[in-house]
């Protein structure tokens, strides 16, 4: 079992809709980030929160919206989403974000944008 | 820009035969980290280097840091069916991100 989790686990919605993915780990980390991953391809970073503070935005789109409301618990945002956004979202932990502390991944959410 | 390679792209496994597969960059990194990536599931870490020419085991898994620090290896030796997956490597960037390969595919051989 992961130690990160990330809820839903599939989630289908609308180009109008808005809803929120959710991730919480409990290991005392205080570097997160959300990864997009398409088919066959490796995660790409999205963003990085490093003590409940935004230190990457790796130019997306603003209907992806971030939020760290504590130092357990990561949010993604998602309004008004396009179908090519249908992906595999991974959110990760580390210790901190320095370079070489290793990411802890969840099972991510399955997004498929109709 | 940095470029990461990895290879192979993919490989077919038969029961007992030792893998191996690698990644090159043009970049030089202070961390290599090994994952593997089952379907639905996200990455696990599988071992994590953090010195130039570290050699480091987990299990049937062993994996090295090179001496430029712009490449490492993973071997799996005397494979079983559960190996099957895909593994990435991922080098440690510079802002505490990491770069991933484009992935390792093992399947079993039919």
């Known amino acids: 079992d992961t130690e990160v989790t990330q809820t839903p686990k599939h989630l289908v919605m609308g180009m109008t809709n808005k809803k929120s993915l959710k991730c919480e780990q409990h290991?005392?980390?205080?570097?997160m980030y959300w990864y997009k991953q398409k088919a066959k391809k490796p995660p790409e970073l999205m963003f990085v929160?490093?003590?409940?503070?935004?230190?990457i935005n790796e130019s997306v789109p603003s209907r992806f919206s971030p939020e760290c409301p504590n130092s357990s618990l990561l949010n993604l945002h998602l309004h008004a989403l396009q179908p090519e956004d249908s992906a595999l979202y991974l959110c990760?932990?580390?210790?901190?974000?320095?370079?070489?502390?290793?990411?802890?991944f969840g099972d991510g959410t399955r997004l498929s944008i109709l | 820009g940095q470029q990461l390679n990895q290879s192979p792209q993919s490989m077919f496994i038969q029961e007992g035969e030792d893998v191996s597969m690698n990644c090159t960059s043009s970049?030089?990194?202070?961390?290599w980290l090994w994952y593997k990536q089952d379907p639905g599931e996200g990455p696990v870490l599988l071992i994590a280097?953090?010195?130039?020419?570290e050699l480091t085991s987990n299990g049937r898994l062993t994996a090295q840091f090179g001496i430029t620090r712009k490449d490492s290896f993973l071997n799996i030796s005397a494979s079983i069916p559960s190996d099957v997956g895909i593994y990435f490597c991922?080098?440690?960037?510079?802002?505490?991100?990491?770069?991933f390969g484009k992935g390792t595919k093992l399947s079993v051989k039919p």
């Open positions: 290991m005392g980390h205080r570097a």
């Open positions: 990760a932990s580390s210790h901190n974000s320095v370079s070489n502390q290793p990411q802890h």
């Open positions: 929160y490093s003590y409940e503070k935004l230190s």
């Open positions: 991922a080098p440690g960037g510079s802002q505490g991100n990491l770069i």
């Open positions: 970049s030089i990194f202070n961390t």
């Open positions: 280097l953090y010195k130039a020419g």
